[in-house]
């Protein structure tokens, strides 16, 4: 058989607040209703969900989760992006809801990925598709991307900022070597903020990023860390 359709059914507390958060990322609403049980189904071009409500259901305990394959992950990370600064006034970096930039999954093949946590706690994880992916990415060679291709497996995949943080420390902590990339260096300093924002430490987070922007670069290798420094500077505008 074929033209089989399989749609995510996951938990949430509101499936009002699950409503409202997908039509900022450009979903529209298929079907609601309150009784006998409350869900929602929501829908962007191809992408369908839905959600059922749970009385006294805490987001932060949530194991909901799937899979999205797409070409283009980068073009849908900066329509949701785009929702969330028309909406919120800026991109949902820390609390629930929010949204991790697309990065290299080193337990995805080197596949590139982000993740979109919604109001009910579910993890929404955006994949590119490997049949568009001609080369997988290099494996790390730095040890500072060595370090942020560990880091991002814990905090982005697994959900264990902590033990990020842990890695991407333990990395900054030790004394700088004649061979360590410039560019690596800003997108760890980078990422930390971020994974600052997300456990609710603003004053790491400055620090972080002021380190970032003390970082000498050439022409060269600003513009290999052009995608670092844009992040780092909405990070900053998020900060204010």
Known sequence: MTNERTVPLLPCASIDDIETFYRVLGFRTT??????NACVGVQREDLHLQFFEIAGFDPQQSY????????????LHRAFAAGMRAAYGK??????????????????DGLGGFSVIDPGGN??????????????AATPAGRLAKALANAVVQADSRGSVEQAVRILDSALARPQADDDDPVEQVEVLV??????????????????????????LTEDESERAALALDHAAELAAALR
């Open 31 to 36: 079907y609601k209703q309150r009784k006998p």
């Open 64 to 75: 909901g989760s799937c899979l999205v394959i797409t070409a283009d992950i980068e073009g």
């Open 91 to 108: 991109v949902l970096v820390s609390g629930t809801p929010r949204m991790t930039r697309p990065r290299a999954r080193k337990n995805a």
């Open 123 to 136: 993890w929404i994880r955006v994949f590119r598709d490997p049949a568009t992916a001609p080369m997988p």
């Open 191 to 216: 990422y930390r903020a971020e994974l600052a924002m997300v456990l609710h430490d603003p004053k790491t987070a400055a620090e972080m990023l002021a380190r970032a922007q003390s970082v000498t």
